[in-house]
């Protein structure tokens, strides 16, 4: 396909019919009188060599086609834009523009929080955004890297895009304050024992696989896809949770628990930001990665939890 012959405005249009459905309202969502809309339309289902959008009774449905389209248009849309948004040079303190980042909850309250600390020091106009990881982030990781503009994920669960290293963290059990049969330490017969609540996504993918390479099955009585919500999910019960212990620091003190050493060495955390290959060289996208690298690098110099996590 020769894409210089290509109108890159029809993905502008495609995108607004395919989700507005309505050929008028996806004229005023764009800017576009309801002729030059439809003229797009006719121009697109000539391209396409299908209709895209199907009337039926009084309305419009999409076709297999369009439906296909529909998340593949929103992805192209949001690529051109931060690729035509590229800049060469780019002056933090006078910039107003947002950053997209992707991470879980327990990655916005370790590091995102203390991210955002920084930039509202130094870069007043920055705006960040934290969207919750996506549970398609391992099989559509391309598709994911290129809408947005940054990934918080720990090594071990994506590879072949290009990361900078922020810190290390380390994995520790939570146990109720009064739990009847856990003092100080948990044994391996403890784990296989007691029941379980699990981070439901795949995430701490690492630290599972070294669970089950030591023979340990979880008996999971209670999954969530929150981290921090998993201390009051164990305080008052007999459950036992596997968590990182920079968030049992900042958590332990809010619910009725206590943190209690892996009875085996844990695999470590190393939490790192991954991009899309196209940000690599731009000014904005260098600044945001090389202020997360420092924000990391100051936090590396911070004590990481432990048996004396809570205060």
Do not use: C
């Amino acid at each position: 396909m020769n894409l210089s012959r290509l109108d890159l405005n029809l993905v502008v249009a495609l995108r607004a019919l395919l989700e507005e459905r309505n050929v008028t309202r996806a004229g005023q969502r764009v800017g576009l009188s309801q002729p030059a809309m439809s003229a797009a339309l006719s121009r697109l289902r000539k391209h396409f060599d299908d209709d895209l959008l199907a009337r039926v009774g009084g309305h419009y449905e999409l076709t297999a086609l369009g439906q296909v389209l529909l998340d593949r248009a929103s992805t192209a849309y949001d690529l051109l834009e931060r690729l035509f948004a590229s800049q060469a040079d780019f002056d933090p303190a006078k910039e107003s523009r947002e950053f997209k980042l992707v991470a879980s909850d327990y990655a916005v309250a370790v590091f995102g929080a203390e991210l955002a600390r920084v930039v509202h020091q130094e870069a007043p106009g920055i705006r960040l955004r934290f969207t919750r990881t996506p549970i398609t982030v391992v099989d559509a990781t391309d598709t994911l890297l290129s809408t947005t503009d940054g990934l918080l994920m720990p090594h071990g669960v994506i590879s072949d895009f290009p990361a900078t290293d922020l810190y290390q963290d380390r994995w520790v059990f939570l146990v109720a304050d009064d739990h009847p049969s856990v003092d100080d330490r948990l044994t391996r017969e403890d784990l296989a024992r007691l029941p379980w609540v699990t981070y439901q996504r795949t995430y701490d993918a690492p630290a599972v696989r070294q669970l089950g390479m030591l023979g340990v099955e979880p008996r999971v009585e209670v999954s969530v896809d929150s981290f921090q919500t998993i201390p009051l999910l164990v305080a008052g019960t007999r459950r036992i949770a596997l968590v990182q212990a920079r968030l049992a620091r900042l958590l332990a003190p809010l619910a009725a628990v206590r943190v209690v050493e892996p009875p085996y060495e844990a695999v470590p955390l190393r939490e790192a930001l991954w991009w899309h290959p196209v940000h690599t060289h731009d000014a904005a996208h260098i600044w945001l990665r090389e202020t997360a690298a420092r924000v990391g690098r100051r936090m590396a110099d911070e004590p990481r939890g432990g048996r004396d996590a809570r205060p």
